[in-house]
Structures are given as structure tokens and as C-alpha cells.
């Protein structure tokens, strides 16, 4: 009856220890797999105006360009500029598009041109085509 007590007691308290080492060692292996996880599905994730073909801007207004007949052709500067048609998309807070000097944070559709006419019509190949655009005054 002892030696049966005593194996129940080794047992149990075996199972015990089990338990705890294991619930300290699949907590961590656990959230570290939850973070990684998290982190490789945000890598491949698009922007959130990317997965709808948008493709985020901003910097500086360099040039603007009024001669285009289907809109006007800015120049962005840095951090993340290029030359872009803005042709009556969404135009939020100061309106300061059409002047050089505001910076500018917003989306583009990455094509469009800026059509030019004057003896005969070309087009100029823009970066983009904006979609919304913010300015600073």
C-alpha cells in the first residue's frame, strides 16, 4: 500500500512537472509562431491603397504644368514623388495643388499623360494619374 502511494505520488507529481514545463515551453514556441506569423503576412501584404491599384505619394509640389488639356501636370519631389496629372480626383484639405511650393501626400493610379496640343496634339508620359490628394497651405 505504501509503495503503491509512493508510485502514485512519483506519477502524478511527473505528470505535474510535465504539464508545467510543457504549458512554459508551448506558451512561448506558441506566440512566438503567432508573431512571426503575423509579421511574414504583413511583408506580403499590399499597402492598403495598393490592393486596389492605388499607389501611395508625397513630397514637395516642384513644377506644375497648366498646358495639359485633359487636367494639370505636377512634378513631386522627395520622399516619394514623380511627375503626375491630376485631372479632378478627390482634392482634400487647402487645395493647394495647382501652385508650386505645398507639399502633397495622396495616391495614384499608375498611368496616365499629359496630353499637349498646339499644332498637332502629343502626349507626355506622367507617372501616374492622382487619385486623392492633400496639400499643406
Not at 512561448?28 to 499597402?47: C, D, W, Y
Not at 482634400?92 to 505645398?102: A, E, F, L, S
Amino acid at each position: 500500500m505504501v509503495l503503491a502511494n509512493l508510485l502514485n505520488l512519483v506519477y502524478y507529481s511527473n505528470m505535474i512537472l510535465k504539464q508545467k514545463i510543457s504549458k512554459y515551453v508551448y506558451v512561448p514556441v506558441l506566440i512566438v509562431a503567432i508573431l512571426l506569423s503575423f509579421f511574414v503576412f504583413i511583408t506580403f501584404l499590399p499597402e492598403g491603397a495598393n490592393a486596389l491599384g492605388f499607389t501611395p505619394f508625397g513630397g514637395q509640389i516642384l513644377n506644375v504644368f497648366y498646358g495639359c488639356v485633359n487636367g494639370v501636370m505636377i512634378t513631386v519631389g522627395p520622399p516619394r514623388g514623380g511627375t503626375f496629372m491630376y485631372s479632378g480626383g478627390t482634392l482634400y484639405k487647402y487645395g493647394q495643388i495647382y501652385r508650386t511650393g505645398p507639399w502633397t501626400l495622396g495616391d495614384y493610379i499608375p498611368s496616365g499623360s499629359c496630353v499637349v496640343c498646339g499644332y498637332g496634339c502629343y502626349s507626355i508620359p506622367t507617372t501616374g494619374t492622382i487619385n486623392q490628394v492633400g496639400t499643406s497651405i
